[in-house]
């Protein structure tokens, strides 16, 4: 009889330690929605602006904006946390870049990212925590 209660006792524990493992890979994967990120030139002096976004596994390519026109990508953020896009920002003849979305910052607070891009940097249009504006990225442009 206690034979069979320890057999059943480790099987029971199996079974839980197989369902918690389940639960943990399974729950990323469906909590994981689609993210969208807008890009709308506000540049106030009614310039151009050259964008170019992508991730270490995703390159949707260059795109040009007018004054007042937008960009807009989606992407599945990997379930392990570490989805970061970064884009470069060609304004006449300087090129900025910024991490358009950095899981850690913005997963938790939008599901669409709307980014208005000024001379100074990108201001963001979403409830997050921290300023709206930040400043580029100081080290060398990324991508053009």
Partial sequence: MKLMKKK???????LVKSVLLIWLVLVPLVINGEKYVTIHNDLEGGETL?????????DPGPNVLAHGQLYEFSFTPHWIGN??????FQIEDKCYWFNIYDYRRDY????HCDWFIHRNG?????????????P???DTCKII
Avoid: R
Wanted: with cysteine.
């Fill in 8 to 14: 059943l006792e480790t099987i029971m524990s199996l």
């Fill in 50 to 58: 050259f964008v170019h976004c992508k991730s270490k596994d995703d």
């Fill in 83 to 88: 989805t970061a896009y970064f884009c470069s």
């Fill in 108 to 111: 938790s607070y939008c599901d």
């Fill in 122 to 134: 990108p201001c963001k249009h979403f409830k997050a925590p921290g300023p709206d504006c930040l």
């Fill in 136 to 138: 580029w990225n100081q």
